[in-house]
């Protein structure tokens, strides 16, 4: 499985952003889905994991009720949609696969694949 993520970008505190990452090969369905981010001189932490039929989603509580992850497993793409930005926010942003995973996906470790990363800068 190859990952691709996309649309990161500079955006103003307040202000909204949606992540793509686009997953190769057939099996996308049996993958639980998550994004991680890291912060400059900080280690890797997670945001939000969706199950096989994106049913479920488990979310760190940093970005609860302001981010949303969803999945199109026709698309084999997952998404990250962020509102209400804030500085703290700003890193890089990765998706990533774990064949057969279950939530609430939130160690690193246990994921398969991983995307190249996204850049998002939330100015003050």
């Known amino acids: 499985v190859q990952l691709q993520a996309s649309g990161g970008g500079l955006v103003q505190a307040g202000g909204s952003l949606r992540l793509s990452c686009a997953a190769s090969?057939?099996?996308?369905?049996?993958?639980?889905m998550g994004w991680f981010r890291q912060a400059p001189g900080k280690d890797r932490e997670f945001v939000a994991a969706i199950s096989w039929s994106g049913g479920s989603r488990y979310y760190a509580d940093s970005v609860k009720g302001r981010f949303t992850i969803s999945r199109d497993n026709a698309k084999n793409t997952v998404y990250l949609q962020m509102n209400s930005l804030k500085p703290e926010d700003t890193a890089v942003y990765y998706c990533?696969?774990?064949?057969?995973?279950?939530?609430?996906?939130?160690?690193?470790?246990?994921?398969?694949?991983w995307g190249q990363g996204t850049q998002v800068t939330v100015s003050s």
């Open positions: 990533a696969a774990d064949f057969g995973g279950r939530l609430p996906g939130i160690v690193s470790d246990e994921y398969d694949y």
């Open positions: 090969g057939r099996t996308f369905s049996s993958y639980l």
